[in-house]
């Protein structure tokens, strides 16, 4: 059974760094991309950007990039989200979907609550 | 990027009732790579449609899809209790992947 699961939620101050991470399980890591998608109240649900896992090429949508860092690593199984200066507008759910390539979003992660507030 | 409109915002309906919901694309794109989602409260969305019509894993076939160019739809032949929830439309063809804002169906 193919498995994502993140890491808990967080509060950060505005300014601070963040890791966020998505471990996958039940199938062989470098099967399937790793999407991060953000849902909000206000704007539903952005997509973020996406990982290979087989070469580390990553794809961010121009909204997030220079913003976040999307990584993974292939010994554990676990793809990264990365913030170097949060803003309270980061504050939403975090989620990690596993993508074939080519297709849509299979596999779900079960969502970080991220919140920035100083 | 490719803009999705969804309507109606919001379904009132009851168990038993058919639901029609609907995904507009600002630009024609392949009909292969339109998804729907289902979203409950505090959970993650989940897969019930991908390239337009095709069911996910698991997925009742009282949920179908439908469309091609720029309009697409979802229809639920008989809503069941657990079926209350919000649905998303989402291209995957064209970067950014966009997602529609969704349609909530609620119980009349």
């Known amino acids: 059974e193919v498995q994502l699961v993140q890491s808990g939620g967080d509060v950060k101050k505005p300014g601070e760094s963040l890791r966020i991470s998505c471990k996958g399980s039940g199938y062989s890591f470098t099967s399937y991309w790793i999407s991060w998608v953000r849902q909000t109240p206000g704007k539903g649900l952005e997509w973020i950007g996406r990982i290979n896992p087989r070469d580390s090429y990553i794809e961010y949508s121009p909204s997030f990039q220079g913003h976040v860092t999307i990584s993974d690593d292939k010994s554990i199984s676990t793809a990264y989200l990365q913030w170097n200066s949060l803003q309270a507008s980061d504050t939403a759910m975090y989620f990690c979907a596993a993508v074939p390539q080519g297709g849509a979003a299979w596999f779900w992660g079960q969502g970080t609550l991220v919140t920035v507030s100083s | 990027e490719i803009v999705l409109t969804q309507s109606p915002g919001t379904l009132s309906l009851s168990p038993g009732d058919g639901a029609t919901l609907s995904c507009r694309a600002s630009?024609?794109?392949?009909?292969?790579?339109l998804a729907w989602y289902q979203q409950k409260p505090g959970q993650a969305p989940r897969l019930l449609i991908y390239?337009?019509?095709g069911r996910a894993t698991g997925i009742p076939d009282r949920f179908s899809g439908s469309g091609s160019g720029t309009d697409f739809t979802l229809t639920i032949s008989r809503l069941e209790p657990e079926d209350f929830a919000v649905y998303y439309c989402q291209q995957y063809g064209s970067s950014p992947w966009t997602f529609g804002q969704g349609t909530k169906v609620e119980i009349k």
């Open positions: 390239g337009a019509s």
């Open positions: 630009q024609s794109g392949s009909s292969k790579f």
